[in-house]
């Protein structure tokens, strides 16, 4: 069974910095795209950092210089940091991969980690 496990969420102060990270686990052959999205309250999830095999990235436009997205294949392990961070980066923040597993493609989330942005 594959599983995505997040982790590093938390409070913290405006200007300061955070990492997330997700791992994956379980029978898994390879991972494609890895991504992280956020979501507030009543609002659609969104795109905030995406990252391919070859190890191309395309950050959102508000969080452009200020977070990275850096993955680990031996460690199926996709990272967010988080520097300078804003009162509205406060969100839940989900991981998306898109794993093959037996031969076939799939896209799992993470559970979700809650980030709060304090001024």
């Known amino acids: 069974q594959v599983q995505l496990a997040e982790s590093g969420g938390g409070l913290v102060q405006a200007g300061g910095s955070l990492r997330l990270s997700c791992a994956a686990s379980?029978?898994?052959?390879?991972?494609?795209?890895m991504t992280w999205y956020r979501q507030t309250p009543g609002n659609q999830r969104e795109l905030v950092a995406t990252?391919?095999?070859?190890?191309?990235?395309v950050l959102a436009e508000s969080v452009k210089g200020r977070f990275t997205i850096a993955r680990d294949n031996a460690k199926n392990v996709v990272y967010l940091q988080m520097n300078s961070p804003k009162p509205e980066d406060t969100a839940v923040y989900y991981c998306?991969?898109?794993?093959?597993?037996?031969?076939?493609?799939?896209?799992?989330w993470g559970q979700g980690t809650q980030v709060t942005v304090s001024s």
């Open positions: 998306n991969m898109n794993l093959v597993v037996a031969g076939l493609e799939y896209s799992y």
């Open positions: 379980g029978s898994i052959s390879s991972i494609k795209r």
């Open positions: 990252i391919t095999t070859a190890g191309n990235t």
